[in-house]
């Protein structure tokens, strides 16, 4: 499946899904990362990995639905598939989301359901959880409410900062997104013809 994978900086999971569409039999193949900002440390990453790397600063638009449709404009011209959230710092609005609904997913830093947003590292401490990990979902209109396609766990240690744990969480998702992104796309091919 052509896979756009959109970022908003230096885009450590997108490395792993350029480093995982790279390998023969993968499904999908990395033909676009896109990003907000034209600052986004990945951009480079993507074009010394040959994708073509494009920024759309979204600071250019008026509102966020007419910078939703210059993504989407340049998404349709490339034949994208799928797409992949990878630290994109952007709330999308229900009219991408919809366009792309069955065909966007996401990476989260927490054991989704539990909390969704931000600050998932210190709220699990604070909770007194003793686990925490990622969770890859497909995008709906509630932010991190998709169904989730996996997870991965990593404990809670005793004298762990919300650095600390997003540090352990981080290895995990690098391991996690690649697999979920081929889990998406099968799911996708399985799915009856409309």
Same mark, same amino acid.
């Given at each position: ?10 885009? #450590? ?5 350029? @480093?995982?569409?790279? @390998? ?15 600052? $986004? ?11 073509? $790397? ?26 994208? @598939? ?44 604070? $909770? ?11 995008? #709906? @209109? ?37 697999? $979920? ?14």
């Amino acid at each position: 499946m052509r896979l756009a994978i959109l970022i908003s900086g230096r885009g #450590t999971n997108m490395e792993r899904l350029l @480093e995982a569409a790279s @390998e023969p039999g993968y499904p999908a193949e990395a033909r676009l990362v896109l990003s907000n900002k034209t600052s $986004a440390a990945g951009l480079d990453t993507a074009r010394r990995a040959d994708v073509e $790397a494009l920024a759309i600063p979204h600071r250019d638009f008026e509102d966020r639905e007419s910078f939703e449709r210059a993504m989407d404009r340049a998404l349709q011209e490339r034949g994208i @598939e799928i797409i992949a959230l990878a630290g994109f710092m952007r709330v999308l609005t229900p009219w991408f989301v919809g366009r792309w609904s069955g065909r966007l997913i996401n990476i989260h830093p927490s054991l989704l359901p539990k909390y969704p947003g931000l600050d998932t590292h210190a709220r699990a401490i604070a $909770a007194g959880d003793e686990e925490a990990g990622c969770s890859v979902h497909w995008v #709906t @209109e509630g932010v991190d409410e998709g169904d989730v396609i996996a997870q991965a766990r990593v404990p809670v240690l005793k004298d762990d900062t919300a650095e600390s744990l997003a540090e352990r969480v981080l290895i995990e998702e690098h391991k996690l997104y690649p697999d $979920a992104l081929a889990e998406a796309c099968r799911q996708i091919t399985r799915r009856p013809a409309s």
